[in-house]
Each structure stands twice: as structure tokens, then as C-alpha cells.
């Protein structure tokens, strides 16, 4: 979901502690083993409006038993015969595209949207949310949380492993040659997408899978120069962050610099319980807010809503990068003084509360390899160097690219994404590209925005559209 966390201001100084989440530890017993899916099979959903939740098997990853499979949230017609297929960025899960995806479906006809939850997502206990007090599971400690310590497996999970389980999806997507792909993603989701379109996979150019590719305000060659945090991809800075992880700092801990939380999974629970409760009972005085850290509290009472909004608007000085144009606190509060919530943004806050609500799929990845991290830097440069060659990464058909390209973006990268989905154009066979740009949304609105303001929605929508005709 975010490519590396921007931190402003008003992050600097006393957020280093935030709120301490605990675990009882993966395989401890109690609450369900794994992620439950639909159980439909690849088949996928049935009729336009429908949506289901379904397990595909991939390749041992040496994980626990129960997670040698992805998940695929499917939207849209089984009998479609393009299916846009979806990956979320860093630290984002599949639930990051059901409003894109019903949005997408309703434009295009012919086409099923797959969202796809990494093998990670098998890990996160999101149990506590079927019930009527998740603030007490997740806040006391009782759910169950994977540890380092337990997790040495996770030092193998990089690039390598999700292109192999994406190819996984693509071609249950592809159903042997019956449905064209269009792969795509957001942020880091984008690069894993352009990543797969030059990989090796024993001799055959990933692109080939594909009718087209589509990236979301990220990619390669550059794409995240705008953004200040440009990728790290120094022979040296590789060698000190392969130590680390071979020393037992198997996570990406970049979230922790939110301020709610020092675990891995810290802020991706509070977010996601801020949504639930702001979905289920908006105008409810906030559950959450006498334990959020003090430093990130206003200093007078909200309601749910209003909580999730000082949580995810750009106006309160949060990271930029996992932030949306939404609106702001009411002046006044109600006869209690508590203070609500006032949509005038692109991105109602009742949207991104569905989104975050869940329960399965979640919008949040509690768990990101830190080898992935690695890998997908060292993919930047989008060839065959032999850097990335050491690390195992199979960049060789970048020049062979010949499928239509669509680049968003957003004011997040300040133009860099699309600079960089051109120098991809320039040094491939890409027959056209479009680029579009809309400086009035920040890197999450593409994601979460009203249906009727959200460009980026109806820009690809137009792109599809137009792969999906040419094929005829």
C-alpha cells in the first residue's frame, strides 16, 4: 500500500514507543488456524454484482501448514472474458480494491476484477472482528501474532516467491487461454506487476501471459525518485539489509514510524479497527480514542467517524503516502461536545470505513517480508544486472514488452511515475501507453474515492475498455 513511509512533522519526537500490541504467538491454539476462503474454486463468482473470497493453491513456501495458498477476492461476471487482475502495494491486501473493482465492473462489460491477497495474509488472525468487542482482542493482547522468532521462514519469502504465486493466479485467471489478463497494481503492487512482466518464468517472458498492464501510482525506472524516499539498491545497503535478515529481522518494521504500535502489526490493527467501528456505528462517541497514543489524539472528544478521519486525512499531517483527501473535524460538537465527521473531499470517510472494515479480506498486510522489500528495490533499475541476479531475481524481458501500458498518478511521486512508466515504454516493444495524471488526489484516493470523482477509476475503466475491444 505504501511504498516507504514520508513522516511529517508532526510524527517527529515521542511517537517512538506508541502502544505496545501483544500476541500469543502463531500455532498457540485458540481462534481459527488460518484465513478461511470461500471455498468456490477458481470458477469464480457468479453474475455481475457478485463477489467471493477464493483460495488457490501455490508453490511450498516452507510457512506453516495452511499457507502454501493466496487468496483472490473475485468481483464481477464468472463468464467474463477479460479479468483484471489486481496486487496491492506494501502492507496492502485484497480488500485495497473492492470499491476499484465494483466500480470497474460497472464501466467495462465483460470483465471480472481479481484482488489478490499474497500467502502472507494467512498469517493475520482476523477473528476478533466477527464479534462485538475487537478493540478488547486485538488492544489486550489476545489475538494471535506471528513472532520473528517463529517466522525464520519469512527470510525466504522475496520476490521470487510472489511472482511464482502470482503466476499462480494469472493463469488460473487465464483459464488455459479462454479469458485475456490485464495485471496491474498500486504502488509496490505496480512494480510486482511490472516485475512480472519481464520475468523468466523457464524460458517465457511473463508479459506473454497478459493483454496489458496497468500501474497505479508506482512501477520502476525511477518511479518513486518524486516521492523524497527513493528506493535503496546500493551493493552495499543490500549486503547490510541481507545481514539483517539473515540475523532474524525478518519483518518490515517501516510502520512502526506511525507512532501506534512497535510490533509488525501494530498499525495495521489499529486502522482496521478505526474503520470497524467507524463503519458499524459512525456517529457512536470513538471506542478507540482514550487508548490511541496521546500524541496523536485530538485533545477533545470525536465520534468513530471522526476518529478514522484524523487517522487517514491528509489534513492532519499524517504520512502522506497512506493518507486521502477526505474532509475535515466538525467545528462544533453535538450536546456532549462530541465532534463528528465532515465529508468534502474526494473521499467520503464512509468509503474508506467499508474498505477497512473487513472483516476477510482485510485492506491491511499485517506481515511484509523484508527480503521482499529488497527485492522489489533492486527491481527498480528493470534489468538483468547482476546484482539482481544474485539475489535470484529473473528481470530479462523488459526489452520484449508488447502489450498496451496504462500509468496513473497521483501527487504523490510529483510526476516521477509516469516518467518512469515512459522510460519502460522507450526501452520495450509496448505498442501504446497512456498516461494520466491527477495532482488532486493524494496516493490512496485511487482506491477508496467516490465513484463519481475518482479518475483513476475511470481512466482505466476506459483503458480496459479499449484492450477488451481491440481482442474482439
Not at 497494481?185 to 508479459?207: I, K
Not at 539489509?241 to 495495521?268: H, K
Amino acid at each position: 500500500m505504501t511504498k516507504r513511509l514520508a513522516r511529517r512533522a508532526v510524527l517527529s519526537g515521542g511517537l517512538a514507543g506508541g502502544l505496545a500490541l501483544a500476541g500469543t504467538g502463531v500455532g498457540a491454539g485458540g481462534g481459527r488456524a488460518w484465513a478461511a476462503g470461500a471455498g468456490r474454486g477458481p470458477g469464480g463468482a457468479a453474475g455481475a454484482g457478485a463477489e467471493a473470497y477464493v483460495p488457490i493453491s501455490v508453490g511450498a513456501g516452507g510457512g506453516p501448514v495452511g499457507s502454501d495458498r493466496v487468496h483472490v477476492l473475485m468481483v464481477g461476471p464468472r463468464d467474463a472474458g477479460t479479468v483484471v487482475v489486481l496486487v496491492p502495494g506494501m502492507f496492502g491486501a485484497a480488500n485495497d480494491f473492492r470499491l476499484m473493482a465494483r466500480d470497474l465492473v460497472a464501466r467495462v462489460p465483460g470483465v471480472q476484477v481479481w484482488a489478490v491477497d499474497r500467502r502472507e495474509e494467512n498469517l493475520t488472525d482476523r477473528s476478533g472482528f466477527g464479534g462485538g468487542d475487537p478493540v478488547g482482542y486485538y488492544l489486550d493482547g489476545r489475538y494471535r501474532a506471528l513472532e520473528p522468532a517463529r517466522a525464520g521462514f519469512f527470510g525466504g519469502w522475496g520476490l521470487e516467491r510472489a511472482l511464482e504465486d502470482l503466476r499462480c493466479v494469472v493463469l488460473a485467471a487465464r483459464g488455459d487461454g479462454r479469458r485475456r489478463v490485464v495485471l496491474g497494481g498500486h504502488s509496490w503492487g505496480a512494480t510486482s506487476a511490472l516485475a512480472y512482466a519481464a520475468w523468466d518464468f523457464a524460458g517465457r517472458g511473463g508479459y506473454r501471459d497478459l493483454a496489458g498492464l496497468a500501474v497505479l501510482d508506482g512501477g520502476v525506472r525511477g518511479a518513486f525518485e518524486g516521492t523524497g524516499t527513493p528506493v535503496r539498491d546500493s551493493p552495499e545497503e543490500v549486503r547490510e539489509r541481507l545481514a539483517a535478515i539473515a540475523g532474524g529481522r525478518v519483518f518490515d518494521m517501516t510502520l512502526s514510524g506511525v507512532g501506534l504500535g512497535s510490533r509488525a502489526e501494530s498499525t495495521q490493527i489499529w486502522y482496521q479497527l478505526a474503520g470497524w467501528y467507524a463503519h458499524h456505528d459512525p456517529e457512536g462517541r470513538s471506542v478507540l480514542q482514550e487508548r490511541v497514543p496521546e500524541a496523536l489524539r485530538v485533545p477533545f472528544p470525536v465520534t468513530n467517524a471522526a476518529l478514522l478521519g484524523t487517522f487517514v486525512d491528509a489534513g492532519f499531517g499524517w504520512p502522506n503516502d497512506i493518507s486521502v483527501h477526505s474532509g475535515h473535524l466538525a467545528a462544533e460538537g453535538d450536546g456532549n461536545g462530541v465532534r463528528g465527521w465532515v465529508d468534502d473531499g474526494i473521499t467520503p470517510i464512509g468509503r474508506v470505513a467499508e474498505a477497512y472494515a473487513g472483516p476477510v479480506p482485510g485492506v491491511w498486510e499485517w506481515y511484509w517480508p523484508a527480503r521482499l522489500s529488497v527485492d522489489l528495490d533492486v527491481s527498480d533499475v528493470y534489468a538483468d544486472t547482476d546484482l539482481a541476479r544474485s539475489l535470484g531475481l529473473r528481470l530479462r524481458h523488459a526489452a520484449g514488452l508488447d502489450i498496451p501500458l496504462y500509468a496513473f498518478q497521483t501527487s504523490y511521486s510529483k510526476g516521477t511515475v509516469v516518467e518512469g512508466a515512459r522510460r519502460v515504454v522507450a526501452e520495450s516493444r509496448i505498442p501504446y501507453a497512456v498516461h494520466e495524471t491527477d495532482e488532486g488526489m493524494n496516493h490512496l484516493d485511487p482506491l477508496f474515492a467516490a465513484t463519481d470523482r475518482n479518475t483513476a477509476t475511470r481512466t482505466l475503466a476506459e483503458f480496459v475498455g479499449r484492450v477488451v475491444a481491440e481482442a474482439r
